[in-house]
């Protein structure tokens, strides 16, 4: 067990962040300490809590007890309903995890969804999402997003933009930045030696030799034997719709995919509850639950934290990776 526990950010309050923080401190109990930042105001009612002003106080605290530290919102939070006045202290909160786990104080970050228009409205946030907003405060990392579930992960080389930038943006630089990024991320954190890595063609059948486009010809093939050349265990490129059934999951560690749904369909349909996201190449460790704030079922008591379980549980085995 680690002499830190992993920091977990409030996400927005509004949505199914506080409920879901809670039901995966009842699942855990003390079996991995975590510590919760946000507003105690926001969490379910009847939730154990115990504020904290250090996150190593949580280390020997009971299971059935959620700590907490505490930070203060300006409005209460409706279920369902952001409120602008909160999505400064949702910056915050997000910032303030870093910083603990920068410093050492955590061993990694788990962050609880947020929604990027809402924070946009009511605080003028200027990232497409967390990820950018991470790399960010560490400075400016290059990293990449990587889903994981069970049997599978994907990296998407191009992310939040529409499919019709996609072409522009998918370039031979931002291919060769992906492996190496997530060749690198998977040696550190997941303790793969050696990782196997397989490129998605941009287009159907990855081009069918130029009849259905002509990326995989003009460039990524090139690319690819490069990356080869300087190490690399990387195939490709190859058609997308034959990379995901049982049998081809099996020669590779994780998936390099051009655009966002080519990576994020197969994995969702995979790993739905179970699927984590990563990112790589920060100096420090960060995973979140796929799936958004859920305004339609917040407050209900039917969201499930199977993927903030998952995540959790990712963030300290990768935190242990990288001390190790």
Request: charged share 20%; hydrophobic share 45%; glycine share 10%.
């Amino acid at each position: 067990m680690s002499d830190a526990p992993v920091i977990l950010s409030c996400g927005d309050p509004s949505g199914i962040g506080p409920e879901i923080a809670a039901r995966a401190r009842e699942a855990l109990g003390s079996s991995l300490p975590f510590v919760w930042i946000g507003d105690p105001a926001h969490l379910p009612r009847g939730t154990k809590v115990r504020e904290i002003e250090d996150p190593a106080e949580a280390m020997n605290l009971p299971g059935a007890v959620l700590p907490v530290l505490p930070h203060p919102f300006p409005a209460a939070a409706l279920p369902g309903q952001p409120d602008p006045e909160n999505a400064r202290a949702v910056i915050e909160v997000i910032a303030r995890g870093v910083d603990l786990v920068m410093r050492g104080a955590g061993s990694a970050l788990t962050t609880a969804p947020i929604h990027k228009k809402a924070l946009k409205d009511g605080a003028g946030f200027a990232f497409p999402g967390h990820t950018e907003y991470l790399a960010h405060l560490a400075g400016g990392a290059k990293v990449v997003m990587m889903l994981a579930g069970p049997g599978l992960r994907v990296v998407p080389a191009t992310i939040h933009i529409a499919l019709s930038e996609v072409p522009r943006a998918f370039t031979a630089e931002v291919l060769r930045e992906a492996v190496r990024i997530t060749a690198a991320g998977l040696a550190r954190d997941f303790g793969i030696e050696n990782p196997r890595l397989a490129v998605a063609g941009l287009n159907p059948h990855a081009g069918e030799g130029g009849a259905m486009g002509r990326e995989e010809l003009d460039w990524m093939q090139a690319e690819i034997e490069s990356l080869r050349a300087e190490g690399y265990a990387v195939a490709g490129p190859l058609p997308a719709d034959t990379m995901f059934h049982p049998a081809a999951r099996a020669r590779y560690d994780a998936a390099i995919c051009a655009y966002h749904d080519q990576a994020l369909i197969p994995i969702k349909t995979i790993a739905f509850d179970e699927g984590v996201n990563v990112t790589l190449g920060l100096p420090f460790v960060r995973t979140s639950p796929d799936h958004g704030t859920a305004y339609d079922i917040a407050g209900k008591g039917v969201a499930n934290p199977s993927s903030l379980i998952a995540a959790l549980k990712m963030a300290a085995q990768m935190g242990a990776a990288r001390r190790g």
